[in-house]
T-cell receptor, first 116, second 113 residues
């Protein structure tokens, strides 16, 4: 299957700072990328959907000014957690869907964010 | 409301044994149903994907079944290995033209030596 790479895999930041997470499709062009959040022992919760070259669509309850999403190219989307709080500590996962095949979405390996 | 429920929540088995995980869904209509394996601290990896017209799909020691009439799916793991210890997530895609998957809460499997 296609490869989606997420970076960093782990990050620790101080409260009030911002942190950027990258999601790259390595061997295909991703028209759509999804960002999820996962709390311990819970399932993935969709935060937002981003399409290349347009603004992201956020799920209800997700603050767009806090979770900035940029999908500037067909191979890269970024999620920036601004003014991070300890409650933002979570596992963030991206997935990408390709230009040729919209039926499959491939997941990144996830980013463990800890805000101290 | 579209929902995907999985059972059991957690399961412990001995290495070499078989096990079956269950998934019930209310998503209708739906495009496909997938089973993912998620290791701790990692992203989900696809095991099987079935459309509504398929009844079974195998991937090595993993066999998924689907009954679209009863809206049930199962994932059978044969001859379990220690590396099978993970969360297994059932995911349903509505046939609404979007990619908003409906995720189950997962079954956490622990395989003991």
């Amino acid at each position: 299957g296609a490869v989606v790479s997420q970076h960093p895999s782990r990050v620790i930041c101080k409260s009030g700072t911002s942190v950027k997470i990258e999601c790259r499709s390595l061997d295909f062009q991703a028209t759509t990328m999804f960002w999820y959040r996962q709390f311990p022992k819970q399932s993935l919760m969709l935060m937002a959907t981003s399409n290349e070259g347009s603004k992201a669509t956020y799920e209800q309850g997700v603050e767009k000014d806090k979770f900035l999403i940029n999908h500037a190219s067909l191979t890269l989307s970024t999620l920036t957690v601004t003014s991070a709080h300890p409650e933002d500590s979570s596992f963030y996962i991206c997935s990408a869907s390709g230009v040729q095949d919209h039926t499959e979405a491939f997941f990144g390996q996830g980013t463990r964010l800890t805000v101290v | 409301k579209n929902q995907v429920e999985q059972s059991p929540q957690s399961l412990i088995i001995l290495e070499g044994k078989n096990c079956t995980l269950q998934c019930n869904y209310t998503v209708s209509p739906f495009s496909n149903l997938r089973w993912y394996k998620q290791d701790t601290g990692r992203g989900p990896v696809s095991l099987t994907i079935m459309t509504f017209s398929e009844n079974t799909k195998s991937n090595g020691r993993y066999t998924a079944t689907l009954d679209a009439d009863t809206k049930q799916s199962s994932l059978h793991i044969t001859a379990s290995q220690l590396s099978d210890s993970a969360s297994y997530i059932c995911v349903v895609s509505p046939s609404s033209g979007t990619y908003k998957y409906i995720f189950g809460t997962g079954t956490r499997l622990k395989v003991l030596a």
